[in-house]
T-cell receptor
Framework: SYVLTQTPSVSVAPGETATVTCGGD??????VHWYQQRPGQAPVLVIF???DRPSGIPERFTGSNSGDTATLTISRVEAGDEADYYC???????????FGAGTKVTVL | EVLLVESGGGLGQPGGSLRLSCAAS????????MGWVRQAPGRGLEWVSS????????HYAESVKGRFTISRDNSKNTVILQMSSLRTEDSAVYYC???????????????????WGRGTMVSV
């Protein structure tokens, strides 16, 4: 089945930029979605279709997708951005939704 | 308000059964694929199952196929996950999710999950 690979953790100082990557075989040909999960809470969709933001998500959250890597970029990081971030695609071969293992973003 | 509320979690016995329910409100329920995603303690997200708007087409992760059954009652805006032959590895928080794609009837075009419930804990 299709595998998504995420770096387990990323640390960033407030005000700096956090980059979260999601690797997969030719992932650029798929639509990638990103979720933020704060401690003790349900996940929230922050990016869909590679780069679109749902209403209410700050413009500081941007996404891109090309080749074998999709990227979630969080600019001007704030303490409230500290969370686990998951990428997700739909694998049409297995007919399954697939999640990455998640990246823990720590704000120093 | 657009909302998903799960119920029915709790303690189950290995080999036993549990039934989870999800009540949806605030949108036209029949027009969207619904599903379940679970998260074992300290672990990541795992898709479990999905069902089309009409309820005629269902999909399952390999880990639960043949043991879990998803269904929906469009007259009550409710999704059900019937869990049987429970295993210890089924212990997790189970989230009810709504697919973002406007796709009623038998349509199945998986997209992002744009609405999540707060989750219900299942312990086996």
């Amino acid at each position: 089945s299709y595998v998504l690979t995420q770096t387990p953790s990323v640390s960033v100082a407030p005000g700096e930029t956090a980059t979260v990557t999601c690797g997969g075989d030719n992932i650029g040909s798929k639509s990638v979605h990103w979720y933020q999960q704060r401690p003790g809470q349900a996940p929230v969709l922050v990016i869909f279709y590679d780069r679109d933001r749902p209403s209410g998500i700050p413009e500081r959250f941007t996404g891109s997708n090309s080749g074998d890597t999709a990227t979630l970029t969080i600019s001007r990081v704030e303490a409230g951005d500290e969370a686990d971030y998951y990428c997700q695609v739909w694998d049409d071969v297995s007919d399954h939704y697939v999640f990455g293992a998640g990246t823990k973003v720590t704000v120093l | 308000e657009v909302l998903l509320v799960e119920s029915g979690g709790g303690l189950g016995q290995p080999g036993g059964s549990l039934r989870l329910s999800c009540a949806a409100s605030g949108y036209t329920f029949i027009n969207y694929v619904m599903g379940w995603v679970r998260q074992a303690p300290g672990r990541g997200l795992e898709w479990v199952s999905s069902i089309t708007g009409s309820g005629t087409d269902t999909h399952y992760a390999e880990s639960v196929k043949g043991r879990f059954t998803i269904s929906r009652d469009n007259s009550k805006n409710t999704v059900i996950l019937q869990m049987s032959s429970l295993r210890t590895e089924d212990s997790a928080v189970y989230y009810c999710v709504k697919d973002s794609g406007y796709c009623g009837g038998d349509c199945y075009l998986p997209d992002a999950f744009d609405l999540w419930g707060r989750g219900t804990m299942v312990s086996v």
